[in-house]
Every structure is written in structure tokens, then in C-alpha cells.
């Protein structure tokens, strides 16, 4: 997946991480500078994306959780991750899902 890594507007603490999704949305999602959060969009179209610290670890604990709800349980996805910089310099995790039949926009 090709990514788009900037900050908002008058956010320089921010970045965020967005992409073309095939469906036609630009799911966005929001890092931080020096927290260790994550943020994360799930799409309409079944993709999932977190961004931050231990985005990989996040992204399967959520899966996971949605998983045990029964929600998407007729899924399989396949898991990427990747480094975008920040506009600060730091190297940031990207962890990515994306669903074996997506569904419709
Ligand atoms: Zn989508
Ligand atoms: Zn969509």
C-alpha cells in the first residue's frame, strides 16, 4: 500500500498516514509526537490501518477483539507493515489489514 505521511495544518505534532483505498474513501489516521499511542481508521470496505506505537500489535489485538464478538469472524485478512516518516524525522510504524473478500463501498 502506498501511503501519504503529513501533518495537518497547523498540527506539526501530528501525523497523519493516509491512502487511496480501492474502494474510492482516504482512510486517515492520526499519530502523535512522543506518545505512545496509536490511532487507526477501519474502512467501510473492510481494511484497517493503525498507526503509532506498536501499530502490529494494536491492529491484531483488534482484529482479535472483533473476532471473539463475532463481528467480520467470516474474514481472513492479510497483515502488512511498514515505516512512513514524520515531518519531525522520527520513523513510525504502519500495520495494515486487509480483508480477503472486501466489502462493498
Ligand atoms: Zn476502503
Ligand atoms: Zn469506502
Given amino acids: 500500500m502506498e501511503f501519504i505521511a503529513r501533518s495537518p495544518k ?3 505534532d501530528v501525523l497523519e498516514v493516509r491512502y487511496d483505498c480501492a474502494c474510492g474513501c482516504k482512510p486517515g489516521a492520526r499519530y502523535r509526537r512522543g506518545t505512545l499511542e496509536a490511532g487507526h481508521e477501519h474502512c467501510c470496505c473492510g481494511n484497517v490501518h493503525f498507526v503509532g506505537a506498536q501499530a502490529l500489535e494494536r491492529l491484531q489485538a483488534y482484529l482479535a477483539e472483533r473476532r471473539a464478538a463475532g463481528q467480520d469472524a467470516d474474514l481472513a485478512y492479510t497483515l ?7 515531518p519531525w524525522g522520527e520513523e513510525v510504524p504502519v500495520a495494515f489489514a486487509q480483508p480477503d473478500t472486501p466489502r462493498p463501498h
Fill in 10 to 12: 497547523n498540527q506539526p
Fill in 80 to 86: 502488512d507493515t511498514q515505516q512512513v516518516r514524520a
